[in-house]
């Protein structure tokens, strides 16, 4: 009978081991589910500070994507930009008017657009 018992022991001992190991996977799961969707919110907050600030300037013509017209300057798009009259933009790199290399952020679309600046719009 003590052999018996001894087994019945270590059987008992081995299922409350499994038990204790899928509380323990459970609970870890249910940790990095929390830690998961907490991050998100923070990057959310993260990336909403990336968000240039600064003066906002519109975008009055343009010519199929190529050229706009940015509050009295012309700029030349050195990659496609997706802009539309009326877009609100704010730069990113280089400065209004001055510099030849800019980076715009459409804060409509939330894009970012590299243009060149060709010169004053004399109307």
């Given amino acids: 009978m003590t052999v018996n018992k001894n087994i019945l ?3 008992s001992l081995a299922g409350a ?3 204790m190991s899928l509380k323990s996977t459970f609970m870890i799961s249910a940790l990095l589910l929390i830690s998961v969707l907490s991050t ?3 990057h959310s907050a993260w990336f909403e500070r990336l968000i240039p600030q600064g003066e ?9 994507d190529l050229a706009f017209v940015i509050d009295g300057f012309i700029y030349d798009a ?3 930009c997706f802009l539309a009259v009326g877009d609100r933009v704010v730069f990113f790199e280089g400065r209004h008017g001055i510099d ?4 715009i952020y459409d804060l409509d ?5 590299n243009l060149l600046l060709r010169g004053r719009l004399y109307e």
């Fill in 78 to 80: 050195r990659t496609s």
């Fill in 9 to 11: 022991n270590k059987i």
């Fill in 40 to 42: 998100n919110a923070a």
């Fill in 100 to 103: 030849y290399r800019a980076t």
């Fill in 109 to 113: 679309s939330r894009e970012r657009c």
């Fill in 56 to 64: 906002t300037y519109t975008v009055r013509e343009i010519d199929r």
């Fill in 17 to 19: 081991t499994v038990t």
